[in-house]
């Protein structure tokens, strides 16, 4: 059974990069073809996909997001990882990180959820 | 991007009617779409992907039907744990991926 867990600062300055990590349990990163994602939800708002990488390192982005974001993995720690760079209010959410079935990318495994608010 | 538009915005029934909750794409996404249940506090979970597949340990009173750019999610007797916010997912034209705005499904 997965379990994913997101960490990290639960607050950031204005114009400094977000970053969070997603450690996964039960399963190796490197196992199956999944796609290992980030999903935010600002509060009380909808669900927004942001990105995610397989495992061999191969990223797709929000076009949203993209001139910002990075999504990076981590073999050893069995963790992926995320950078949203310039932050601004308007990146306040909880950020999931959540498994999708390579190729058909719905998601049946999430973690709790980290909200980050970005604020000085 | 497809854009996907769930109506109504909030749903009030009572235990034990039937709830229907509509999703609409902006283009037709074939049978590429999930349904997701989430509740005050929690993470999203899966409750329908490709249009009508109910995932593991979904209750049978939970049923999708529709394909193209038309989709339902049936609640066939709402139950005290059904009352929830649902959200809509495309899975066919991507990047990027993409949700709808949610229904809310309230005791009346």
């Known amino acids: 059974q997965v379990q994913l867990q997101e960490s990290g600062p639960r607050l950031v300055q204005p114009s400094q990069t977000l970053s969070l990590t997603c450690t996964v349990s039960g399963v190796s990163i490197n196992s199956g073809a999944f796609y290992w994602t980030w999903i935010r939800q600002p509060p009380g708002k909808g669900l927004e996909w942001t990105g995610h990488?397989?495992?061999?390192?191969?990223?797709s982005y929000n076009p949203s997001l993209t001139s910002r974001i990075s999504i990076s993995i981590d073999r050893s720690k069995n963790q992926f990882s995320l950078d949203l760079s310039s932050v601004t209010a308007a990146d306040t959410a909880i950020y999931y990180c959540a498994r999708a079935i390579f190729g058909i990318p719905y998601f049946n495994s999430w973690g709790q959820g980290t909200l980050v608010t970005v604020s000085s | 991007e497809i854009v996907m538009t769930q109506s109504p915005a909030t749903l009030s029934a009572s235990p034990g009617e039937r709830a229907t909750l509509s999703c609409r794409a902006s283009?037709?996404?074939?049978?590429?779409l999930a349904w997701y249940q989430q509740k005050p506090g929690q993470a999203p979970r899966l409750l329908i992907y490709?249009?009508?597949t109910r995932a593991i340990g979904v209750p049978a009173r939970f049923s999708g039907t529709g394909s193209g750019t038309e989709f339902t999610l049936t609640i066939s007797s709402l139950q005290s744990e059904d009352f929830a916010l649902y959200y809509c997912?495309?899975?066919?034209?991507?990047?990027?991926?993409?949700f709808g705005g949610g229904t809310k499904v309230e005791i009346k």
């Open positions: 990488i397989w495992r061999s390192g191969t990223t």
């Open positions: 490709s249009a009508s």
């Open positions: 283009q037709s996404v074939n049978s590429n």
């Open positions: 997912q495309q899975f066919n034209h991507w990047p990027p991926l993409t």
